[in-house]
């Protein structure tokens, strides 16, 4: 498959913590997008990031990405209630302008 | 306020009655693609459409239509909805250059019965 392979599925962790998750992919890319879902309404995009870019940065979010492991991560930094949500990679591939989207992260954050 | 508004919400139907989900974008995106979202799947592309009167199949079209007569409006046609389209529909437009930023709609959740 093409899609990105997220990890872990889901995540559960305190107010304040860190969350981290990771987006796997098997063939090489144009771009990594992060998108936000909360609890079935539409994607909101977060962060993009080109393959000749190794990290960026959007407020709380840090995104880094090893083409040579083809993954990518996003950290959310002090995390808080309003995170919740569920998080997707979408992958570019060089030769389309389609974007291909993981299965996606469940972050719950607990108050 | 920039925005992609998909109509209606919530639809339940029948097996075999034609349906029509309207998907419209205020931000001038020549970009518009529809996506279906079932658990465990992630979304999956039912088509796209590069520009008016220009639109192609995504990873999942069988069973749908669609149709591209104005930059804003990219609605989504069920001919004869079954079962197995039961799903959680979005629409989104993209933003053009390097951008590429989805704006995705709130979601259309068909039930068909």
């Known amino acids: 498959s093409q899609q990105g392979e997220e990890d872990p599925q889901a995540l559960s962790i305190q107010e304040g913590e860190n969350a981290t998750m990771n987006c796997s992919y098997k063939t090489s890319i144009n771009n990594l997008q992060w998108y936000r879902q909360n609890s079935g309404r539409g994607l909101v995009h977060l962060i993009l990031i080109r393959s000749n870019e190794r990290e960026k940065h959007s407020g709380r979010l840090r995104v880094t990405l090893d083409t040579s492991k083809k993954s990518s991560s996003l950290l959310i930094t002090a995390s808080r209630a309003a995170d919740t949500a569920s998080y997707f990679c979408a992958l570019r591939m060089d030769s389309s302008y389609k974007l291909i989207f993981g299965s996606g992260t469940r972050l719950l954050v607990r108050p | 306020e920039a925005q992609v508004t998909q109509n209606p919400r919530y639809l339940i139907t029948v097996t075999g009655k034609k349906l029509t989900v309207t998907c419209s974008q205020n931000m001038n995106h020549e970009y518009m693609s529809w996506y279906r979202q079932d658990p465990g799947l992630g979304l999956r592309q039912i088509y796209y459409?590069?520009?008016?009167?220009?639109?192609d199949k995504g990873d999942v079209p069988e069973g749908y239509k669609v149709s591209r007569k104005e930059k804003r409006n990219f609605p989504l046609i069920l001919e004869s909805p079954s079962p197995n389209q039961t799903s959680l529909y979005f629409c989104?437009?993209?933003?053009?250059?390097?951008?590429?930023?989805?704006?995705f709609g709130s979601g259309t959740q068909l039930s068909v019965l």
């Open positions: 989104a437009s993209r933003s053009p250059g390097g951008d590429e930023k989805l704006f």
């Open positions: 459409s590069m520009n008016v009167e220009v639109t």
